[in-house]
């Protein structure tokens, strides 16, 4: 792991204004305000903050941790309930987890009728249990970090959002929570189903196509097709997800699924997946494979990488050029009702399957 000590030096009066600026507009705990503090004085320590936050919860999780899906996705699931219960009530994680285990499943089924074979090709409910822990490591992100990027949601807006993170801060929120989660995963066994939720969970913020974007993906030396499938739809589905404003992210510009779809097809080649995208469109949308793959190699962003980094042309893109295109319009306007009813039954299954209450994995 990098050492902050080399990269950071102690800002005092700097740390102090954050801190100050922390409490006031977050109204946050003294515990809260404590450690943000005390982690803002000196920026390295947020490293060890984050280390002790997480040994403890291991800890504990280690207690009751059995072997398996099974206990993976109960212990995951009340983690996020315990999030947004009480520790965190901004925190958004527990409905995107859901949110992308349905994109995920859904995607699944498609790519197992169009005859690929992976693991969630075989048993698509693998692709539901992916999704829903696959940022269970933000349960261990301290709420002051995590407070910073999502803001404060008072149920009609959100107020605060988008606060500067320091670059330790930002380190911690987009990259430990992947590593912090595929040690989680680790805490459940081994096994294939076990080695498939680590792709997913360890992949989700994967770059298709490798490179270092400069939007929150990570560049990678697996890249394309090289990437497992699974781990393919992790992206495509956490991606979709994201951008829809209802979770109150930072980029979280686009109005609804269709926009948030819009934007995907921009990304399909560069940061996304063209053939998870394009399992997104036939299972959500009375559209065929043949297409689905046609709109998407006609609108992908013509600019390719430099239209995905620059987030703010990749935006007016998909609002401006994408939406008024007519093609694309005929299919959103064909959304398929019967398939989304009879996935939310398999899903209400899933849920039985995992041990978990009757409609703990609906979305609304
Ligand atoms: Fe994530
Ligand atoms: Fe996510």
Request: hydrophobic share 40%.
């Amino acid at each position: 792991m990098q050492s902050y000590k080399n990269n950071h030096v102690c800002d005092i009066t700097g740390a102090t204004m954050r801190a100050v600026d922390y409490t006031k507009h977050a109204k946050a705990g003294p515990l809260q305000a404590l450690a943000f503090r005390s982690a803002a004085c000196y920026e390295p320590a947020l490293e060890g903050l984050v280390r002790a936050f997480v040994s403890k919860g291991f800890i504990d999780e280690r207690e009751k941790a059995g072997q398996g899906i099974g206990a993976l996705v109960r212990s995951a699931i009340a983690r996020l309930d315990i999030e947004e219960a009480s520790k965190r009530k901004w925190s958004y994680t527990k409905a995107h987890s859901i949110e992308v285990a349905r994109f995920g499943y859904t995607m699944a089924v498609e790519a197992a009728s169009e005859g690929m074979t992976d693991a969630i090709c075989n048993d698509p409910k693998l692709a539901f249990a992916g999704g829903l822990i696959h940022d269970v490591g933000k349960t261990f992100i301290p709420t002051a970090i995590l407070v910073k990027e999502l803001g404060v949601d008072f149920g009609w807006f959100t107020a605060f959002r988008d606060a500067p993170l320091t670059s330790a801060e930002r380190r911690i929120m987009r990259e430990e929570h992947v590593a912090i989660g595929t040690k989680y995963v680790r805490l459940f066994g081994g096994g294939p189903h076990i080695r498939t939720m680590l792709d997913m969970v360890g992949l989700h913020h994967v770059m298709f196509n490798g490179e270092n974007s400069g939007v929150p993906s990570y560049p990678s030396l697996i890249r394309g097709m090289d990437l497992p499938l699974h781990a393919r739809i992790a992206k495509v589905a956490d991606f979709v997800s994201a951008v829809m404003p209802r979770h109150y992210r930072t980029n979280g510009y686009i109005s609804s699924q269709d926009s948030a779809l819009a934007y995907a097809i921009v990304a399909a080649g560069t940061e996304l997946d063209p053939v998870s995208v394009r399992c997104f469109i036939t299972g959500h949308y009375e559209a065929s494979p043949k297409q689905a793959a046609a709109i998407i190699e006609r609108l992908a962003h013509p600019r390719g990488q430099e239209g995905v980094s620059d987030i703010h042309g990749a935006r007016v893109y998909a609002k401006d050029v994408v939406r008024t295109d007519p093609e694309f319009l005929g299919i959103i306007q064909r959304q398929d009702l019967d398939k989304a009813r009879q996935r939310d039954n398999e899903m209400d299954g899933f849920a039985r399957d995992f041990g978990l209450p009757p409609g703990a994995v609906r979305s609304n």
